[in-house]
């Protein structure tokens, strides 16, 4: 087996070091500045973007497409202005900054710099009446129909980080492994159902459970080939930590190799009409997607709490030792939970390709997330993971309200050190007596 493991990693390094001797051309590009126009989830089509250097002078446009994604190349790495011309927003979209029209960033060299408008509905914060006859809202009343919006948006994005990190905190929970690699799992469970759908022609509903059980076919055979063979060696946490930062890295790279560079969409169930719920506006798609993800997380819940594989994923969580001594199989219990968790990680990675765009890097964005999620929420705890999740998402939507969209992430990772400051072990975390 020794040299099995030798073999597995020596094929591994091979692997990445011809994809990045034959495909570093392909990923440097040259340089260009990029960006996803959306408004309550959904892309917005036909806004004209221009792109000029630090003179005023003009480099090139570009206007977002179905998917409300634009790109303009420009000619060397420096600093240039971007602006959005409002004049061809859709009706009833308005910048949520009016003074952010134009935006100055540094474009690094053989890099492709993202650039985030914010968009909303067209304030009604004018007096007078709407062309129906009925009273324009007050600006207070756009005030909270935005807190409302945001809130709803931040729940939606809250569930999609709870799956992942159930998964993410189950394996830390039951393995010790904090798993670096976890968002590439995401994004596999993505590609996977983009692959049978746009490629095979399946429909996006016989796609997308096919994807999930592929997902945890994968996450079956890492922790059979892979990480159940570290364990047996006794290799150290810290160094199968280390281990799944390479993970990660070549998994990212070989969905790039793949699959290129570009955002890609799923066939089916792309731009939707809102349905205005009170002050909420919402897609039928984004309904049935948290639909599911609170069906799919209640059912953790019970069964972690009432099967016996539960009980025997608590048990080995507690203490792997005395699990194993009471006569629970530990190794399989801990292959029960890669499997589930890289499953719904990879339902994860569909919705959350539902909700945006699909791209290589979609599970090193929301990675940092998990983690900020499984940590406030108390680590290796699956309904701490959940709770954790809910506040970060919400945070990150509501706290637009006073930050550009370009750093909201920031605040969730202000709330973590926060609470961690006071509550060193999560909120549902329990403390341990070290000495």
């Known amino acids: 087996m020794r040299r099995a493991v030798i073999a597995f990693t020596a094929f591994l390094g091979g692997l990445i070091f011809l994809l990045a001797s034959g495909s570093a051309t392909a990923w440097a590009e040259g340089e260009s500045v990029k960006g996803t126009l959306k408004s309550q989830g959904q892309p917005v089509n036909g806004v004209k973007i221009s792109v000029a250097d630090e003179s005023d002078k003009p480099v090139g446009d570009a206007t977002s497409n179905a998917q409300g994604t634009w790109e303009v190349s420009v000619p060397s790495a420096g600093t240039y202005k971007v602006t959005l011309d409002q004049s061809t927003l859709p009706a009833g979209l308005a910048l949520r900054f009016k003074d952010r029209a134009t935006l100055t960033v540094q474009v690094f060299e053989g890099n492709a710099r993202n650039v985030l408008f914010a968009l909303d509905a067209a304030g009604g914060q004018q007096q007078g009446n709407t062309p129906d006859g009925d009273p324009a809202p007050t600006e207070n009343e756009t005030y909270w129909a935005r807190v409302a919006q945001l ?8 569930l999609v980080i709870a799956l992942g990190a159930v998964g993410l905190s189950l394996i830390f929970g039951t393995t010790g492994l904090t798993n670096f690699a976890h968002g590439e799992l995401l994004a ?18 016989i796609a997308a459970p096919l994807a999930v059980v592929l997902s945890a076919a994968f996450g079956y055979g890492q922790d059979r080939f892979f990480w159940g063979q570290l364990r047996k060696r006794k290799t150290g946490l810290i160094s199968m930590m280390i281990i799944s930062i390479g993970v990660a890295l070549f998994l990212r790279y070989l969905l790039l190799f793949i699959f290129g560079g570009a955002s890609e969409a799923y066939r089916q169930y792309g731009a939707q009409e809102g349905i205005q719920i009170g002050p909420i ?15 799919v997380l209640i059912a953790v819940g019970v069964a972690l709490l009432f099967t016996r594989l539960g009980k025997a994923t608590r048990a080995v969580a507690d203490n792997p030792a005395l699990a194993a001594s009471s006569g629970i199989n530990v190794d399989r219990v801990i292959r029960i939970v890669w499997t589930a968790g890289a499953g719904i990680a990879g339902l994860a990675g569909i919705f959350l390709g539902l909700s945006q765009t699909i791209n290589y890097q979609m599970g090193l964005q929301v990675l940092l997330l998990m983690f900020a999620g499984v940590t406030l929420g108390g680590l290796g705890t699956a309904f701490g993971a959940l709770v954790g999740s809910l506040v970060v998402g919400l945070f990150i939507q509501v706290s637009t309200l006073w930050i550009p969209p370009e750093i909201k992430n920031v605040g969730a990772l202000a709330v973590l050190i926060i609470v961690l400051l006071f509550r060193p072990q999560g909120i549902l975390g329990r403390r341990e007596r070290i000495g």
């Open 151 to 158: 809130a709803f948006e931040g729940l939606s994005l809250g």
């Open 188 to 205: 596999i469970g993505a590609f996977i159902a983009f692959f049978l759908n746009s490629v095979v022609g399946l429909h996006l509903l």
């Open 281 to 295: 506006s919402a897609t039928p798609k984004s309904l049935i997607i948290m639909g599911i993800e609170i069906l």
